[in-house]
């Protein structure tokens, strides 16, 4: 595990403590940013700032080129119409672009405490929530094509 890591686990096993901030689904408020900063401790915002914001910057792509692939070869499977695949493939590199501004705010977030200014954590919050609603849809997507693509291999199956 990585010093970050296990600072950061450390920091949300202590009772009463926040998860990380890019795990918070709703955005925060600055009180919770902070107290979320505060769990990590002096140590534990060190190791973030080195360790895991170069982590963060392989995983968005990790996912982001699961998500692409897995919607490009489902929508594909599914539907000629190529505006409906290009719609879809665009979505990860979206959610790309806002995880990568939200590790912006985590930054700022961090080299800014414990003088934590309301702007920044409004736009972490809004890149946050715009991250996890673009995740979410991709996901659902995923489903859906899916749950199409079986409907219509089973429908392939049944013709003579």
């Not at 926040?18 to 795990?23: I, S, T, Y």
């Not at 995880?99 to 919050?125: G, K, W």
Request: aromatic share 14%; net charge neutral.
């Amino acid at each position: 595990m990585s010093g970050a890591a296990s600072a950061i686990q450390e920091a949300a096993l202590t009772p009463g403590c926040a998860v990380p901030l890019d795990l918070f689904m709703n955005g925060l408020s600055q009180q919770e940013a902070f107290y979320t900063l505060e769990c990590m401790g002096d140590k534990g915002r060190e190791l973030y700032l080195q360790t895991a914001i170069r982590q963060d910057s392989i995983y968005p792509f990790s996912y982001g080129a699961l998500l692409f692939f897995t919607l490009f070869l489902l929508s594909s499977y599914c539907t000629s119409n190529k505006k409906a695949i290009a719609a879809c493939c665009v979505l990860p590199f979206l959610i790309i672009i806002s995880d990568f501004i939200e590790n912006h705010f985590i930054i700022e977030l961090i080299e800014q405490f414990p003088l934590i200014e309301n702007e920044t954590v409004t736009r972490f919050s809004i890149f946050n929530q715009l991250k996890w609603k673009l995740f979410f849809l991709a996901l659902g997507l995923v489903l859906f094509f899916a749950s199409w693509a079986i409907i219509k291999l089973k429908n392939k199956k049944r013709k003579p």
